[in-house]
């Protein structure tokens, strides 16, 4: 079909594409360092899929969850195991015998009691603080926030938190006579998964609430 010109003449053409590609190498230099990172991802996440299955890939990870246990400084809990913190020296250690400040930063309550009647006499919102107990003796209690069922606030009370340090949080609606009890809770020893998150969420008949456990070390 082709004639020996035909061909010397794709020769001749496949060559000058080839020396067109050369000099603009640096330009596909470039262009492939750009891509570089995105081809990169994509192959770590493939390698990832296809040597899950092997036992090596396994021993990998093994490895990594050892650094995190102290060879590797850590800057925050969740580099630590579900049942450590992150101290400021960047050790994960237990969460027993350190300080926390602990809060109700947030409550967010239902616009009536449970069962319907209004939470004032006379109509009307509730007004949220909290108290803080700590082995059964109160340590703190927050201002009121008055009539409003989205409650928010800082500070609260710096704790030394042992494993068997009993802590209550009580939320109320402030009145003149009786507080109505809005939610409570109490741990005989917070869970230290609790510490770990540095946070827990309740939720009860009456409002969703938020406790901080903020370490300060
Ligand atoms: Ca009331
Ligand atoms: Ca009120």
């Not at 960047?90 to 109700?104: A, E, I, K």
């Not at 926030?145 to 409650?151: H, L, R």
């Not at 009993?166 to 809770?185: K, L, M, Y």
Request: proline share 6%; with cysteine.
């Amino acid at each position: 079909m082709a004639d020996a010109s035909t061909r010397r003449g794709w020769y001749t053409q496949a060559v000058s594409i080839f020396d067109a590609l050369d000099r603009q190498r640096p330009l596909l230099t470039l262009a492939l360092t750009l891509a570089l990172p995105m081809v990169g991802s994509a192959c770590v996440e493939v390698a990832g899929e296809d040597e899950g299955e092997t036992g090596e890939a396994g021993e990998a990870g093994e490895a990594g969850e050892a650094g995190a246990t102290g060879q590797v400084p850590c800057t925050e809990n969740n580099q630590c195991p579900d049942d450590m913190v992150c101290v400021a020296d960047g050790d994960c250690l237990s969460p027993f015998g350190l300080n926390y400040q602990v809060r109700v930063s947030a409550a967010y309550v239902d616009f009536t009691k449970d069962g319907g009647a209004a939470w004032d006499p006379l109509g009307g919102d509730p007004d949220p603080f909290w108290t803080l107990t700590v082995d059964g003796v109160e340590v703190f209690e927050s201002e009121p926030v008055d009539n409003e069922t989205t409650a928010m606030w800082g500070g609260g009370a710096l704790v030394e938190i042992q494993s068997d340090t009993e802590i209550g949080i009580r939320i109320e609606d402030n009145d003149a006579n009786f507080h109505d009890p809005i939610e409570s809770v109490t741990w005989p020893g917070l869970p230290a998964s609790i510490l770990h998150e540095g946070r827990y969420g309740g939720t009860g008949t009456n409002a969703e609430y938020l406790v901080e456990f903020i370490l300060v070390d």
